[in-house]
């Protein structure tokens, strides 16, 4: 791994599942705690020399970087109270789904990097995926900082056109949740056809997992590896013949994504 550029101070605004995976990998990638100040309502410890708060400081130290990691809708309310305190030397970096940046920017106005990211929750074991995306008037060296901070979590992504975003939000943000199902009706599928209910749970995760490390490895794109585990005339055809059937596989992945989708689009619309 390369060097990572960290900030010379982190203040998290909300610390829960996917915030505090994020720290979580920082920490153990190096992060100096002591640089790092978590705020949550909830004042619940984060980790060993992190600082938690419940309220505002009346400053936030030079050159801080804020990562808002609340629910999207505390917006206003947490803008009322930060924006206060964020001057030009204060980057802001937002995982709030469905929220664009213009929307940020109308509520801090002051700080010269805004960065919208968008994880997700493999971030904590360094194989996540996270998407960035900013506008011009961001400084390179912003976003060179960004790029930094976030590449020890995983694959990195820039966005060139934020219209993409909620697409990319249903894609990777969203995405562990709908592979989790899928882990889960492999199994319940395995235990209908009459498998142990905690074998089918066993083999459905370990055969994900095998699959998923080989399809990241290999040469092959994902279609031809499936080719190669089906012989002709074979068992493994028959049921790629009923995945494959009228696209069915891929219809309901797509009215998936789209569902997601319109939901960050409705989320933009109501602000
Ligand atoms: N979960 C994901 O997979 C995922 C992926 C990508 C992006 N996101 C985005 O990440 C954000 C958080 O989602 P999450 O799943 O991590 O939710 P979560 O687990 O409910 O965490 C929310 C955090 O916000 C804190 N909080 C609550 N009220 C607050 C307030 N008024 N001011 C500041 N902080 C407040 C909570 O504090 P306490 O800890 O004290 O309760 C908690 O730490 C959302 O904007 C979401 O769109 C989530």
Redesign the pocket.
């Known amino acids: 791994m390369t060097d990572i550029f960290w900030p010379d101070h982190l203040f998290l ?9 994020m720290l979580a990998r920082w920490l153990d990638c190096g992060l100096d705690p002591a640089r790092v100040t ?7 410890p984060v980790a060993d020399g992190v600082r938690v708060v ?1 309220g505002y400081p009346v400053a936030l130290p030079a050159d801080t970087t804020v990562l ?5 809708y ?1 917006i206003a ?2 803008a009322a109270s930060l924006a206060p305190l964020c001057g030009e030397d204060t980057d802001i970096v ?6 664009p940046l213009a929307g940020l920017r109308a509520y801090f106005p002051a700080p010269r990097a805004l960065i919208r ?5 493999p971030v904590g074991i360094g194989q996540g995926v996270t998407a960035l995306y900013t506008d011009a008037a961001v400084p390179v060296q912003a976003r060179e900082a960004a790029t930094s901070l976030i590449s020890p979590l995983g694959l990195v992504e820039w966005i060139a056109d934020e219209a993409r975003f909620n697409e990319i ?1 249903a894609l990777s ?2 995405g ?2 709908f592979l989790f199902r899928f882990i889960d009706a492999l199994a319940r599928a395995g235990e209908a056809l009459g498998l142990p209910a905690d074998q089918a749970a066993r083999m459905a995760l370990a055969t994900v997992e095998g699959a998923a490390s080989m399809a990241a490895r290999a040469s092959d794109s994902p279609g031809a590896l499936a080719d190669r585990v089906a012989s002709p005339g074979g068992m493994t055809r028959q049921g790629l013949n009923v995945l494959d059937a009228d696209d069915r596989l891929l219809k309901l992945l797509t009215d998936t994504l789209s569902a997601a989708r319109d939901r960050g689009e409705e989320m933009a619309r109501e602000g």
Request: aromatic share 0%.
């Open positions: 605004v909300g610390c829960g599942n996917m915030a505090g995976q978590v705020l949550r309502p909830s004042g619940k419940t808002l990691g609340m629910k999207p505390q309310d947490v937002s995982i709030l789904a469905g929220t990211a968008m994880p997700n929750l939000t943000g969203c562990p949740a």
